[in-house]
């Protein structure tokens, strides 16, 4: 019986690459298409306006393994943790430090995404938004289609040069473009990013190539929105990480299907189950996330293995129940 484990970040980043983490997603999602992983539905809180409490949580049976991610996000900044328990005895496994495995794990959900819904010869991403998520994003496009060109969009100049600097350092061979608005940014391009912090739409129909995948990541709560409602005029393929958290969290989903049909919306396990190319005809593809708790736990389950195989991690008492005082 193994003790349980705190992982560092630093452990997380040394044991687990990108790439690899869209491996893990990819097979984690097939257990879910397959109905041996689960995911807890996300519940979060506001407070004072901006500050936000989030618990996300699924259980892959195959992998004898539950957990959560939990985290507050505020104006001082947030402290994200993974939390593993055996799902067979619930023993606690492991608690995982992560800001990097967030990362991963929103970019590897795009990384997936696109990959599937994505034109295969697609070769420019345009990405909007130089956030923290954002290098993620566009390093996750690279992995999965062979760039020549990325273009980038902020509002704010300084942020823009400066996320420009971090692309050329990571990928030298890829030509990159400084755009002067979003529509410039996305005009023609096969692949388009949004991972922004707009409470109004930025990015319209008009917009948009014919043929273009879109990735919406960054409204995922209720008061941010990204796309104006005309995309799913033309959306021939829309998927998502989870179904409940975008009926309940997302601004955009709520306002087009409401409590109407759902059915044009799938679920991306279930879009890679049936392992079906993109239409020829497809006009724009848009996959939504709204993050999960599957993946964060499908990155913890490899981060914990690869550890563990390593001898690493601090090695933390496992908690023992005492009687409560009555009197």
Do not use: Y
């Not at 306006?49 to 892959?60: E, F, K, R, S």
């Not at 990959?115 to 991403?125: F, G, I, P, S, V």
């Amino acid at each position: 019986m193994n003790d349980p484990l705190w992982i560092s970040e630093a452990e997380v980043v040394d044991a687990l690459g990108l790439p690899e983490a869209i491996i893990a997603l990819q097979s984690c999602l097939a257990m879910e298409a397959a109905g041996t992983a689960r995911n807890m539905p996300k519940t979060h809180q506001i407070w004072g306006g901006h500050h936000t409490l989030h618990a996300i949580g699924a259980v892959v049976e195959g992998a004898a393994t539950a957990g959560t991610k939990t985290w507050a996000h505020t104006a001082g900044g947030a402290t994200p943790l993974v939390t593993l328990w055996s799902s067979d005895t619930g023993r606690l496994e492991a608690v995982i430090e992560a800001f990097a495995l967030g990362q991963m794990r929103t970019g590897g959900i795009s990384g997936v995404a696109t990959n599937r819904m994505a034109c295969d010869d697609a070769d420019e991403l345009a990405i909007i938004g130089t956030g923290k998520q954002a290098i993620t994003q566009a390093a996750a496009v690279a992995a999965v289609r062979k760039l020549k060109r990325i273009r980038v969009f902020s509002p704010t100049p300084e942020n823009r040069t400066r996320f420009i600097a971090r692309l050329e350092s990571l990928f030298p061979a890829i030509r990159l473009k400084e755009a002067m608005s979003v529509a410039d940014a996305v005009k023609d391009a096969p692949i388009v990013t949004l991972v922004t912090r707009a409470r109004m739409p930025i990015l319209s129909a008009a917009m948009l190539a014919r043929g273009a995948h879109l990735n919406a990541v960054g409204a995922i709560t209720p008061e941010r929105e990204e796309f104006a409602q005309d995309i799913f005029d033309r959306a021939s393929a829309i998927a998502v990480d989870m179904i409940e958290s975008v009926k309940s969290l997302s601004a955009e989903f709520r306002k087009r299907f409401g409590n109407g049909d759902w059915s044009k919306v799938r679920l991306l396990s279930d879009l890679l189950a049936d392992n079906s190319k993109r239409a020829e005809a497809a006009d724009v593809t848009l996959f939504k996330a709204m993050g999960m708790g599957l993946s964060d736990l499908a990155l913890g389950i490899e981060v914990l293995k690869r550890v563990r195989a390593k001898g690493g991690g601090r090695v933390i008492p496992h908690p023992k129940p005492a009687p409560p005082r009555l009197t």
